[in-house]
């Protein structure tokens, strides 16, 4: 072992916590839900990706159960060797028939999704312009792609069009955006997204993370909510959100692009196969949410009380319809210090803070889920409430 190394690396992590930034997992001892036990007691859980409670649904785990007792456990495989079963096929054609495409493609998470989209398609004769705010998986899927890069500011349409003129002499130009931005819960102009593609000759991928299932008057998603389903080239998504919470992502597409995915993405051809417990779930959930949209619109009404009643407590929020909502602290230390004492006050919710959010704005992020019923908005909004006035948030 290198002493050296291993002493710079202490010193580094000793200066994280010093500042009050190093980031202590708590342990959950239960299913992951609305009510969980988390380092040894029952709390209210405010902070998980859990949009429509569906982690630990009764059909969801039945159908997880059904799946290992009929297919197994693992694949011990990737899908062009011997990994690929006949109930991926199925689960690929049904996120295809739900997001209204032509072809998926699975892949063990959406990083992975995002970190494969880019090199495959794209080389030095076209260009990506990413939205500035977008998720870590797809920056670095940009940065393994040799692809002329450039950004623009967030949802900034005026900029966006000036760097697709500005990249007009590209064979092809990808406009890359999360569809959600999860750190401010704040949502995609896609409609005008979509506009200035078509008028510049543009490709758009979108993320659509923290929106399948949700978004949308059936819950098909951000491109539902602005009107232009059919009209995006690339959809990357996640089952470890609203659809079940496990792990998986996906991408979809026309049949020509998941084709050459298929043939190239390196994710996809070095991973092993998403499990049959998290495939035959996920079948199970999309067919839910296709027959009943009881779950969304519950979430939505969760959501809209929430954002009202957290207001009129006087906290600074992030304006928006999502159900993440941001608490708007700006200190760092004070995000961690607010988010220990919710703790005791039986409210599970992290703080977050640089180099996850910019410098300057740490918060905490509130997440509304259907598993919530609403005495316990009401519990966490009274939580918020005292802690906020002791720590001089609110007054």
Known sequence: MNNNFVDRIKAEVSEIEAAGLFKQERIISSVQSAHIMANGKPVLNFCANNYLGLSSHPKTIEA??????????????????????????????????????????????????????????????????????????????????????????????????????????????????????????????????????????????????????????????VHEHCGVMGKIDIITGTLGKALGGANGGFTSGSKAVIDMLRQKSRPYLFSNTLAPSIVGASIAILDMLSETTALRDKLEQNTLYFREQITNAGFDIKPGIHPIVPIMLYDAPLAQKMAARMLEEGVYVVGFFYPVVAKGNARIRVQISAGHEREDLDKAIAAFTKVGKELGVIK
């Open 64 to 221: 997880a159960h059904q799946a290992i007792d009929n297919r197994g456990y693992g694949l011990s495989s990737v899908r062009f060797i011997c990994g690929t079963q006949d109930i991926h096929k199925e689960l690929e054609q049904k996120i295809s028939a739900f997001l209204g495409t032509e072809d998926t493609i699975l892949y063990c998470a959406a990083f992975d999704a995002n970190g494969g989209v880019f090199e495959p398609l794209l080389n030095e004769q076209d260009a990506i312009i990413s939205d500035e705010l977008n998720h870590a998986s797809i920056i670095d899927g940009v940065r393994l792609c040799k692809a002329e890069r450039h950004r623009y500011k967030h949802n900034d349409m005026q900029e966006l069009e000036e760097k697709l003129i500005a990249t007009q002499h590209c064979r092809s130009r990808m406009i890359a955006t999360d569809s959600v931005f999860s750190m401010d819960g704040t949502i995609a102009q896609l409609d005008k997204i979509v506009a200035l593609a078509e008028k510049y000759d543009a490709i758009v991928m979108i993320d659509e993370c923290h929106s399948s299932g949700f978004i949308g008057k059936t819950g098909r998603g």
